[in-house]
């Protein structure tokens, strides 16, 4: 007697941490409390500490399953939320993109940016966020191995909670409205066109949809699940497996026929609620073994959209991957071009450079003298802006090759030599780092050329335009001509001038052209632009026959590039009148356009500088040259991996295999190889 006392005394005295919790089944706030002080022990004070996140939930699942009376307080506090709470928004609408379309539901997310939407205490998404109150909640619960979830999931016997009536009922509901939602998508001209025959775009959405319908008017019959009710249930799997090979098929047509951003949103949303709709079917099958696995994906999704729901960066990236990856494949097939695997393709590419450098310099000695007449800012950009896209359109016509254009196209070249989407496995690193290496040489080639023909030949275009008119292009006997003569050598000087911020600018113009290139040619090829003209009326009567051919030719292989082209051109034309009239130091260095600027100045001084600024200038010349390669080459890398769903930090072997490339190949960073394959690359 005295020791049960005792023990009873002792149980009393225990920290409150180490009690265990009974709760009445219908005690909703009480349980709420009971959950949220649950996981207020497993959050981490840092939440991308995962290790210490999972050491406090290993403790915490070995407390409960030591403990029968904690394990039994908390399928109650869970049961009891389920019952008292309505869950068909959290299984209809969260993880799951709006149907409001992408500019509406852009709008949505800014105004409730500033003031978040209402929660109602009967929503289960109140909930969720009451117990994940925190907005990083979701970094750690993603970030916890998938096996301590399912063990925790498996020990609260998730299979038997989810058998209630009034749950079960809810979970009928979200399926018939996810059914028909589907149903809806599946009829979009975004999802049918693509197909010869409308009946069979349409085919498994609608079927969907007849056995959701059909199932639901028998459950009506009474309670339990009877033998035509299992059959429905399995015949809707199939018919739900049918829709995602439809969106799948219609995801692998990208390649050949493009994708458009209203085609990427409801391609997202077609595939989150078809998923959704199995999870339902999953418990509503009453068969006692539910996929964990997709329970704790499902659990996370929420998570992670409830603590995120309201990220502008997250929506965008979320339903603007798809129009990127195709816009990024465009750009690596462009940028094959750019890449030199023989010695034969890389001296082609050194000559084309050279080409470029000859263009380039004519393009330098224009726009200096363009600089000489007195306009109004906007004009004089306007002018310049003309006199680049000339140039740059020129460039591309004679087949010749401008270093700073290779960036944008070979990043995305260099994403896919990896692609998981194309070889369906772990991420080839080896022929990433060969690929590497093929672009280090191909563009180390195209700055040698443009740079070799840049230097001397702007110096001799000067000199050759003083002799035939007795006037220099920059430069003259006044103090006034010489300091601005000058001020093309001070332009290029990191130090002197903001010449390295201007560099980056300049790498994000570079960037931005491409990816507008890589979108114009995807709009082409999805709005089937070329068999639009061929059977256009006014097309067919306006040219012959040939002249027709070699437009819509021209248009199939050129548009892209020159629309890029006249962006690249006007990005470095205005850039300079902006920075002006907002009086900004904005502006662009763009390292062939500052070669040539370096000759005219040094000609313009008579050669009147001291070597070590001669050596100070060409230094700013080629760290403006780096830091336009750097940044158009980093954003449009960093766009065609994130578009591929590929994280490269997963990889962090990769550092080690180009390593030992470097170690093993030096030279091939340099020029090509006579003969070798991937296979050698250990």
Not at 108 to 132: A, C, D, M, W, Y
Not at 377 to 391: A, E, K, T
Not at 478 to 498: E, I, N, V, W, Y
Not at 652 to 676: T, V
Request: positive net charge; charged residues 20%; hydrophobic residues 45%.
């Amino acid at each position: 007697m005295l020791r049960l006392l005792r023990k009873k005394k002792l149980e009393a005295n225990k920290p409150a941490s180490q009690q265990a919790l009974v709760l009445p089944l219908h005690a909703p706030n009480r349980s709420l409390e009971f959950l949220a002080e649950l996981i207020g022990k497993i959050r981490p004070k840092d939440p991308n500490d995962i290790q210490q996140a999972e050491l406090q939930f290993q403790a915490l699942l070995f407390q409960v399953s030591q403990d029968r009376t904690s394990l039994f307080s908390l399928r109650k506090a869970l049961l009891t939320q389920f019952l008292k709470t309505n869950i068909v928004p959290a299984l209809t609408e969260s993880g799951i993109v709006s149907g409001r379309g992408f500019v509406q539901e852009l709008g949505k997310k800014i105004k409730h940016k500033l003031l978040p939407e209402l929660q109602t205490p009967g929503n289960f998404l109140f909930v969720i966020n009451k117990i994940f109150y925190k907005r990083s909640d979701h970094i750690w619960v993603e970030g916890i191995d998938e096996n301590l979830w399912k063990q925790f999931f498996d020990m609260l016997g998730i299979q038997v909670n989810l058998t209630e009536p009034a749950l079960i009922k809810q979970l009928q509901q979200a399926l018939q409205i996810l059914s028909y939602r589907v149903t809806t998508l599946g009829l979009e001209k975004e999802m049918t066109h693509r197909y010869d025959n409308f009946q069979d775009a349409v085919y498994p959405f609608l079927e969907q949809n007849r056995l959701i319908n059909e199932y639901i008017f028998n459950t009506q019959t009474g309670p339990g699940i009877n033998k035509d009710q299992r059959i429905l249930l399995a015949n809707i799997n199939e018919a739900l497996h049918n829709c995602r090979q439809s969106i799948q098929w219609i995801r692998d047509q990208r390649n050949a026929y493009g994708t458009s951003l209203a085609q990427a949103f409801i391609l997202t949303r077609l595939q989150q609620q078809v998923q959704r709709m199995f999870i339902i079917l999953d418990v509503l099958d009453a068969d006692n073994l539910v996929d964990t696995q997709g329970f704790v994906l499902y659990f996370k999704t929420v998570v992670h959209n409830e603590n995120t729901k309201n990220s502008i960066k997250e929506f965008v990236s979320e339903n603007t991957g798809y129009l990127a990856y195709q816009i990024a494949e465009h750009g690596g097939r462009t940028g094959e071009k750019f890449i030199t695997t023989t010695r034969k393709e890389f001296w082609r590419m050194f000559k084309s450079a050279v080409g470029g450098g000859v263009i380039i310099s004519f393009i330098g000695i224009i726009k200096n003298l363009l600089g000489k007449m007195v306009l109004p800012p906007f004009w004089q950009g306007f002018l310049y802006s003309v006199n680049y896209s000339l140039g740059f359109i020129l460039i591309q016509d004679t087949n010749s090759t401008l270093a700073t254009k290779q960036p944008a196209y070979t990043a995305n070249n260099v994403a896919s030599s990896f692609d998981a989407q194309k070889i369906g496995l772990k991420p080839d690193l080896r022929n990433l780092a060969i690929t590497i290496g093929k672009v280090s040489r191909t563009q180390l080639a195209s700055f040698t050329g443009n740079l070799l023909v840049v230097f001397p030949l702007a110096y001799l275009l000067a000199f050759l335009f003083f002799e035939a008119t007795g006037v220099k292009v920059v430069g003259g006997d006044s103090p006034a001509q010489m300091a601005a003569a000058h001020k093309l050598l001070t332009d290029q000087q990191p130090f002197h001038s903001l010449a390295l911020l201007y560099a980056c600018f300049t790498g994000f113009f570079l960037f931005a052209s491409g990816l507008i290139a890589g979108y114009v040619e995807n709009y082409l090829v999805y709005s089937k632009i070329a068999e639009r003209l061929r059977s256009s009326t006014a097309f067919k009567y306006g040219f012959s026959e040939k002249r027709r051919y070699k437009i819509i030719q021209y248009i199939e292989n050129n548009m892209g590039a020159l629309i890029g082209n006249i962006a690249l051109g006007f990005f470095l034309g205005m850039a300079g009148f902006f920075g002006k009239i907002f009086g900004l130091p904005f502006d662009i260095r763009h390292i062939t356009i500052s070669a040539a600027n370096a000759s005219i100045g040094f000609f313009g001084m008579d050669h009147n500088i001291s070597s070590k600024e001669l050596v100070y200038t060409l230094f700013g010349v080629f760290s403006i040259g780096f830091l336009n390669f750097a940044v158009s080459f980093g954003l449009a890398f960093y766009v065609a991996v994130k578009s591929r769903g590929i994280h490269l930090r997963e990889y962090p072997e990769f550092l080690g295999i180009l390593w030992r490339y470097i170690k093993k190949y030096p030279r091939d960073f340099i020029k090509a190889p006579e003969s070798r394959v991937a296979s050698q690359l250990t």
